[in-house]
Antibody, heavy 118, light 112 residues
Framework: EVQLVESGGGLVQPGGSLRLSCAAS????????MNWVRQAPGKGLEWVAN????????NYVDSVKGRFTISRDNAKNSLFLQMNSLRAEDTAVYYC???????????WGQGTLVTVSS | DVVMTQSPLSLPVTLGQPASISCRSS???????????LNWYQQRPGRSPRRLSQ???NRDSGVPDRFSGSGSGTDFTLKISRVEAEDVGVYYC?????????FGQGTKLEIK
Protein backbone atom coordinates (compact mmCIF):
# COMPACT_ATOMS: atom_id res chain seq x y z
CA GLU A 1 0.00 0.00 0.00
CA VAL A 2 1.34 3.40 -0.97
CA GLN A 3 1.77 5.81 1.91
CA LEU A 4 2.87 9.43 1.91
CA VAL A 5 3.22 10.90 5.38
CA GLU A 6 4.00 14.59 5.77
CA SER A 7 5.47 16.19 8.87
CA GLY A 8 7.10 19.42 9.95
CA GLY A 9 4.20 21.84 9.78
CA GLY A 10 3.43 24.32 12.51
CA LEU A 11 3.19 27.98 13.47
CA VAL A 12 5.97 30.27 12.29
CA GLN A 13 6.39 34.03 12.28
CA PRO A 14 6.52 36.03 9.05
CA GLY A 15 10.05 35.93 7.68
CA GLY A 16 10.76 32.64 9.40
CA SER A 17 11.68 29.23 8.04
CA LEU A 18 10.26 25.74 8.16
CA ARG A 19 11.25 22.40 6.66
CA LEU A 20 8.59 19.93 5.62
CA SER A 21 9.27 16.22 5.20
CA CYS A 22 7.38 13.47 3.44
CA ALA A 23 8.07 9.82 4.17
CA ALA A 24 7.15 7.58 1.25
CA SER A 25 6.52 3.84 1.26
CA UNK A 26 4.86 1.18 -0.83
CA UNK A 27 6.54 2.06 -4.12
CA UNK A 28 10.02 2.54 -5.58
CA UNK A 29 10.47 6.17 -4.56
CA UNK A 30 13.55 6.76 -6.68
CA UNK A 31 11.60 6.11 -9.90
CA UNK A 32 9.05 8.91 -9.60
CA UNK A 33 8.66 12.65 -9.88
CA MET A 34 7.45 13.97 -6.54
CA ASN A 35 5.44 17.07 -5.81
CA TRP A 36 4.28 19.52 -3.19
CA VAL A 37 0.79 20.97 -3.56
CA ARG A 38 -0.79 23.38 -1.09
CA GLN A 39 -4.25 24.52 -0.11
CA ALA A 40 -4.89 27.73 1.81
CA PRO A 41 -7.69 27.47 4.40
CA GLY A 42 -11.03 27.31 2.63
CA LYS A 43 -9.37 27.84 -0.76
CA GLY A 44 -8.39 25.82 -3.80
CA LEU A 45 -5.33 23.78 -4.69
CA GLU A 46 -2.01 25.23 -5.87
CA TRP A 47 0.97 23.32 -7.22
CA VAL A 48 4.10 24.45 -5.38
CA ALA A 49 7.04 22.48 -6.73
CA ASN A 50 8.15 19.20 -8.20
CA UNK A 51 11.39 17.26 -8.52
CA UNK A 52 12.70 14.71 -10.97
CA UNK A 53 13.43 11.15 -9.75
CA UNK A 54 17.19 11.74 -9.57
CA UNK A 55 16.83 15.27 -8.20
CA UNK A 56 18.47 16.85 -11.25
CA UNK A 57 15.45 18.95 -12.24
CA UNK A 58 13.25 21.05 -10.01
CA ASN A 59 10.33 23.31 -10.88
CA TYR A 60 8.64 25.97 -8.78
CA VAL A 61 5.56 28.12 -9.05
CA ASP A 62 6.54 31.80 -9.36
CA SER A 63 5.16 32.76 -5.96
CA VAL A 64 7.73 30.60 -4.12
CA LYS A 65 10.77 30.87 -6.40
CA GLY A 66 13.85 31.95 -4.51
CA ARG A 67 12.23 31.21 -1.15
CA PHE A 68 11.36 27.49 -1.26
CA THR A 69 13.65 24.59 -2.12
CA ILE A 70 12.44 21.10 -2.92
CA SER A 71 14.81 18.18 -2.40
CA ARG A 72 14.78 14.43 -1.92
CA ASP A 73 16.79 11.63 -0.35
CA ASN A 74 16.17 8.51 -2.38
CA ALA A 75 18.14 6.35 0.05
CA LYS A 76 15.67 7.31 2.78
CA ASN A 77 12.54 7.48 0.59
CA SER A 78 12.00 11.04 1.68
CA LEU A 79 10.89 14.30 0.09
CA PHE A 80 11.55 17.71 1.59
CA LEU A 81 10.45 21.31 1.22
CA GLN A 82 12.63 23.99 2.77
CA MET A 83 10.58 27.14 3.15
CA ASN A 84 12.36 30.43 3.90
CA SER A 85 11.16 34.03 4.14
CA LEU A 86 7.67 32.80 4.88
CA ARG A 87 4.71 35.12 4.34
CA ALA A 88 1.16 35.10 5.62
CA GLU A 89 -0.01 34.00 2.17
CA ASP A 90 2.03 30.81 2.53
CA THR A 91 -0.39 29.65 5.22
CA ALA A 92 -1.84 26.40 3.89
CA VAL A 93 -2.06 22.65 4.18
CA TYR A 94 0.90 21.25 2.26
CA TYR A 95 0.39 17.93 0.52
CA CYS A 96 3.10 15.58 -0.64
CA UNK A 97 1.83 14.02 -3.86
CA UNK A 98 2.70 11.46 -6.50
CA UNK A 99 0.22 12.27 -9.21
CA UNK A 100 0.43 10.99 -12.77
CA UNK A 101 -0.62 12.26 -16.14
CA UNK A 102 -2.17 9.08 -17.38
CA UNK A 103 -0.94 6.18 -15.30
CA UNK A 104 -3.05 4.31 -12.79
CA UNK A 105 -1.37 5.80 -9.72
CA UNK A 106 -2.21 9.11 -8.12
CA UNK A 107 -1.29 9.36 -4.45
CA TRP A 108 -1.56 12.13 -1.89
CA GLY A 109 -0.58 12.40 1.75
CA GLN A 110 -2.90 13.66 4.46
CA GLY A 111 -1.22 17.06 4.49
CA THR A 112 0.57 19.15 7.10
CA LEU A 113 -0.63 22.61 8.14
CA VAL A 114 1.72 25.56 7.98
CA THR A 115 0.53 28.74 9.65
CA VAL A 116 2.48 31.96 9.15
CA SER A 117 1.40 34.51 11.71
CA SER A 118 2.82 36.81 14.34
CA ASP B 1 0.22 30.31 -16.58
CA VAL B 2 -2.79 28.37 -17.82
CA VAL B 3 -5.94 29.59 -16.11
CA MET B 4 -8.58 26.97 -15.44
CA THR B 5 -12.10 28.35 -15.05
CA GLN B 6 -14.82 26.18 -13.56
CA SER B 7 -18.55 26.77 -13.50
CA PRO B 8 -20.66 26.76 -11.53
CA LEU B 9 -18.73 27.33 -8.31
CA SER B 10 -21.67 26.14 -6.24
CA LEU B 11 -23.86 23.23 -7.32
CA PRO B 12 -26.90 22.28 -5.22
CA VAL B 13 -28.35 19.02 -6.53
CA THR B 14 -31.27 16.84 -5.52
CA LEU B 15 -30.38 13.23 -4.75
CA GLY B 16 -30.74 11.05 -7.81
CA GLN B 17 -30.56 13.96 -10.22
CA PRO B 18 -27.73 14.60 -12.70
CA ALA B 19 -25.00 17.19 -12.24
CA SER B 20 -22.55 18.80 -14.63
CA ILE B 21 -19.40 20.85 -14.07
CA SER B 22 -17.70 22.84 -16.80
CA CYS B 23 -13.97 23.53 -16.94
CA ARG B 24 -12.36 25.83 -19.51
CA SER B 25 -8.65 26.43 -19.97
CA SER B 26 -7.02 29.63 -21.20
CA UNK B 27 -5.02 27.67 -23.77
CA UNK B 28 -5.16 24.30 -25.41
CA UNK B 29 -4.28 21.35 -23.17
CA UNK B 30 -3.08 19.22 -26.05
CA UNK B 31 0.48 18.18 -25.20
CA UNK B 32 3.23 17.89 -27.80
CA UNK B 33 2.88 14.12 -27.43
CA UNK B 34 -0.72 14.34 -28.64
CA UNK B 35 -2.36 13.61 -25.31
CA UNK B 36 -4.65 15.97 -23.42
CA UNK B 37 -3.71 15.95 -19.76
CA LEU B 38 -6.84 17.01 -17.93
CA ASN B 39 -7.60 15.39 -14.58
CA TRP B 40 -10.67 15.65 -12.37
CA TYR B 41 -10.39 15.46 -8.59
CA GLN B 42 -12.91 15.10 -5.80
CA GLN B 43 -12.15 16.45 -2.35
CA ARG B 44 -14.51 15.37 0.37
CA PRO B 45 -14.68 17.52 3.53
CA GLY B 46 -11.52 17.14 5.59
CA ARG B 47 -9.90 14.76 3.11
CA SER B 48 -7.08 14.84 0.59
CA PRO B 49 -7.92 15.13 -3.11
CA ARG B 50 -8.84 11.93 -4.90
CA ARG B 51 -8.47 11.62 -8.64
CA LEU B 52 -11.60 10.62 -10.52
CA SER B 53 -10.29 10.60 -14.06
CA GLN B 54 -7.23 11.34 -16.15
CA UNK B 55 -6.60 12.28 -19.77
CA UNK B 56 -10.07 13.82 -19.97
CA UNK B 57 -12.21 10.71 -19.82
CA ASN B 58 -10.32 7.75 -18.33
CA ARG B 59 -12.09 6.93 -15.10
CA ASP B 60 -9.87 5.75 -12.26
CA SER B 61 -10.24 2.35 -10.67
CA GLY B 62 -12.91 2.28 -8.00
CA VAL B 63 -14.68 5.39 -9.27
CA PRO B 64 -18.39 4.74 -9.85
CA ASP B 65 -19.46 4.70 -13.48
CA ARG B 66 -21.96 7.47 -12.80
CA PHE B 67 -18.95 9.81 -13.15
CA SER B 68 -17.87 10.62 -16.69
CA GLY B 69 -15.46 13.12 -18.18
CA SER B 70 -15.51 14.54 -21.67
CA GLY B 71 -14.20 17.39 -23.77
CA SER B 72 -11.26 18.46 -25.87
CA GLY B 73 -8.88 21.32 -26.48
CA THR B 74 -9.95 23.98 -23.99
CA ASP B 75 -13.43 22.87 -23.01
CA PHE B 76 -14.13 20.01 -20.60
CA THR B 77 -17.02 18.62 -18.58
CA LEU B 78 -17.49 16.30 -15.62
CA LYS B 79 -20.91 14.72 -15.39
CA ILE B 80 -22.52 12.77 -12.60
CA SER B 81 -25.50 10.82 -13.92
CA ARG B 82 -27.29 10.42 -10.57
CA VAL B 83 -25.96 12.24 -7.54
CA GLU B 84 -25.62 10.27 -4.33
CA ALA B 85 -25.02 11.54 -0.80
CA GLU B 86 -21.37 10.43 -0.87
CA ASP B 87 -20.69 12.77 -3.80
CA VAL B 88 -20.80 15.84 -1.56
CA GLY B 89 -17.52 17.73 -1.75
CA VAL B 90 -15.48 20.03 -3.96
CA TYR B 91 -14.54 19.05 -7.50
CA TYR B 92 -11.45 20.38 -9.25
CA CYS B 93 -10.24 20.14 -12.79
CA UNK B 94 -6.49 20.19 -13.21
CA UNK B 95 -4.30 20.64 -16.27
CA UNK B 96 -1.13 18.58 -16.35
CA UNK B 97 0.10 19.73 -19.75
CA UNK B 98 1.87 23.05 -19.09
CA UNK B 99 4.07 23.96 -16.09
CA UNK B 100 3.03 25.23 -13.66
CA UNK B 101 0.25 22.70 -13.47
CA UNK B 102 -2.90 24.47 -12.41
CA PHE B 103 -6.27 23.71 -10.88
CA GLY B 104 -9.67 25.25 -11.37
CA GLN B 105 -11.19 27.20 -8.48
CA GLY B 106 -13.30 24.24 -7.42
CA THR B 107 -17.03 23.48 -7.61
CA LYS B 108 -18.77 22.77 -4.33
CA LEU B 109 -21.45 20.12 -4.75
CA GLU B 110 -24.10 19.95 -2.05
CA ILE B 111 -27.37 18.11 -1.66
CA LYS B 112 -30.42 20.31 -2.05
Amino acid sequence: EVQLVESGGGLVQPGGSLRLSCAASGFTFSNYWMNWVRQAPGKGLEWVANIKPDGSEKNYVDSVKGRFTISRDNAKNSLFLQMNSLRAEDTAVYYCARPSRGATYDDWGQGTLVTVSS
Amino acid sequence: DVVMTQSPLSLPVTLGQPASISCRSSQSLVHSDGNTYLNWYQQRPGRSPRRLSQKVSNRDSGVPDRFSGSGSGTDFTLKISRVEAEDVGVYYCMQYTHWPYTFGQGTKLEIK
